[in-house]
């Protein structure tokens, strides 16, 4: 039996006053997974959950059937694309995009070849010189991108990736992360509170109510009843919305 990409079996973590309580899920490889939610609800801990990022839990997380706090950070191959993007302002596209390959000490020629590589992908190849505060947001998006994809990842994790975007810059990326699905062949997950995002890009979507996973819909079922109330309500409220757009 093959192991799913990412595995989550009685999670629970508690950070400050907020719960991450019983988390149950499994991704299969290749897949592409959105946790959709309202802000507050959890998505972006259990995103870092899943990177890694804390010791102090019960359960477990694992990835390809490991514990991923016993993967060693540089052997997790882990894709990570912040809300934010999290670029070196102090540092050209070209010097972002390189920088997990300079940490890994690969020579200059290699990463000239990997970075064009990501360039051409990723249509960035006129910006390679100029710094992030010069970028448009979906040029932020891109070089974001790069640099996670730059490392070959087989997890690709992203937090509410298009959310600072315009609703034309939305629809371009959109198509770039399928492209990117078909050519890296990673899984994807992300998060998002916004519903026809997770209807579009994924193939399953969890929903998060207050710090639990309370439900895991196919994206063509994403809005049918339940007998979960807070779920109904949450979704209504979103396809309300999907039809006054």
Known sequence: MINPMVEIKDYSIQLGTFQLNNI??????????AVLGRTGSGKTVLLESVAGFYRKFSGAVSLQGKPVVDIPLEKRQIGFVYQDF????????????TYGLKIQRKDKAYKKEMADKMAEILSIGHIMNQYPGTLS???RQRTALARALILNPKLLLMDEPFSSLDPSTKEMMYQQIKKIHKI???TILFVTHDFNEAQRMADRIGIMV??????IRNSADLFEDCQDQEINQFLLGGYERRIIV
Do not use: A, P, Q, T
């Open 24 to 33: 149950n899920l499994s991704i299969s490889e290749k897949e592409i997974f």
């Open 86 to 97: 999290g670029l070196f302002h102090h540092m050209s596209v070209y010097e972002n995009i």
């Open 137 to 139: 947001g979906g040029e």
């Open 184 to 186: 890296f062949g990673c």
């Open 210 to 215: 207050n710090g639990e996973l309370r439900g």
